[in-house]
């Protein structure tokens, strides 16, 4: 026999032995001294250490599907990396499965923290089938796969950190279209219905734009509506021909007719209705300015096929639940939101 397996054999001796004891050589090159590759002493009352004195020591693993295995009851970790240099772990794979993979039996699975307030908690990185690195994905085979961020305070994205070029904060659907984008600049793209309780327009007050804020609401509809208006000076028969925009009729129907003279009184009408991207007043008399207002229904191709409703039945499982439910009395537990919390 070889004196590898003579000194392999001492090394496991000394490995399962309740006395303090250094394993010296066990890779059998002829070497004998202390920290060689693995330190064991006083029954594991003292941390066991494997040095990297030599070139081919502390530094490689070579598993063939028997994996290394590190269990313990410790409440701090049971495998405890410290690190001055570079990476404290650093693991590669070179198949196309995990390059690694973390599972809790009921702690957290992965917890991170950065060095300070200039490093980040987590860093992606790598290539993926959408347009940049650093990708975070679920498990599309796990029927536990959304993906959900709950934070204490502020929960924020920042995009372009380098500042560099254009960002984008994107959404996919299932057949990798984007149904909603938002930019650096605030500009928000949305493909579908956008639904709000209120909505408000806010800018810095014209008169006093450092003190105040100018809000500005919306006016609702029960239907999708366009409209359009301005001011017509009658001609010297008391008419005059209003030009709306080329698209109007493409885009609209269903004309509703708004018309107020200013500066007098006069019988004004709708002489000719929308034709040919124009409609005529007549009736008043000759140089009075008429304010015109035109309503029209939406018509393109996406409200066809969206139809809308202006009452809704709630889904079985919204009903009971509440957008505002303090108003109706309710607690936030019946929050329609609260509802698809995990």
Avoid at 258 to 274: K, N
Wanted: aromatic residues 10%; negative net charge.
């Amino acid at each position: 026999m070889s004196k590898w397996f003579f000194r392999t054999v001492l090394a496991v001796l000394l490995f399962s032995g309740a006395v303090g004891a250094e394993v010296l050589d066990v890779n059998g090159d002829g070497i004998v001294g202390p920290e060689e590759a693995l330190e064991i002493s006083d029954q594991w009352r003292r941390q066991a250490k494997g040095a990297a004195d030599h070139d081919h020591l502390g530094q490689f693993w070579s598993l063939n599907n028997n994996p290394l295995t590190i269990s313990g009851s410790s409440t701090t970790g049971a495998f405890d990396v410290t690190n001055t240099g570079g990476y404290g772990i650093d693991v590669r794979s070179q198949s196309a499965a995990f390059g690694a993979f973390v599972s809790s039996q009921g702690g957290i699975g992965v917890w991170a923290k950065g060095g300070g307030d200039s490093q980040p908690d987590v860093m992606l990185g790598g290539s993926f089938n959408v347009d940049d690195n650093g990708v975070l994905a679920s498990d599309l085979d796990d029927v536990n796969s959304d993906l959900v961020f709950i934070s204490k305070d502020l929960l924020e994205i920042e995009l372009d950190a380098d500042n560099n070029d254009a960002s984008f904060f994107r959404v996919r659907n299932g057949a990798d279209t984007v149904v909603c984008q938002l930019d650096e600049a605030g500009n928000m793209n949305i493909a579908g219905q956008y639904q709000s309780t209120l909505k408000t327009t806010r800018v810095d007050h014209p008169l006093d734009p450092s003190g105040k804020y100018l809000n500005h609401f919306s006016v609702d509809s029960p239907q999708v509506l366009n409209l359009y208006n301005g001011n017509v000076t009658l001609d010297e028969k008391g008419e005059a021909v209003v030009d709306l925009p080329p698209y109007f009729e493409a885009y609209n129907t269903d004309y509703r007719y708004q018309l107020t003279c200013i500066g007098g009184f006069a019988p004004v009408f709708v002489a000719e209705e929308i034709r040919d991207g124009r409609f005529r007043i007549g009736g008043g008399k000759p140089g009075m300015k008429v304010s015109w207002e035109v309503t029209g229904v939406r018509q393109d191709p996406y409200v066809k096929a969206h139809p809308l409703s202006a009452e809704e039945d709630k889904a079985e499982e919204e009903k009971g639940r509440f957008l505002h439910p303090d108003l109706y009395g309710k607690g936030p537990d019946k929050s329609l939101y609260a509802g698809r919390e995990p």
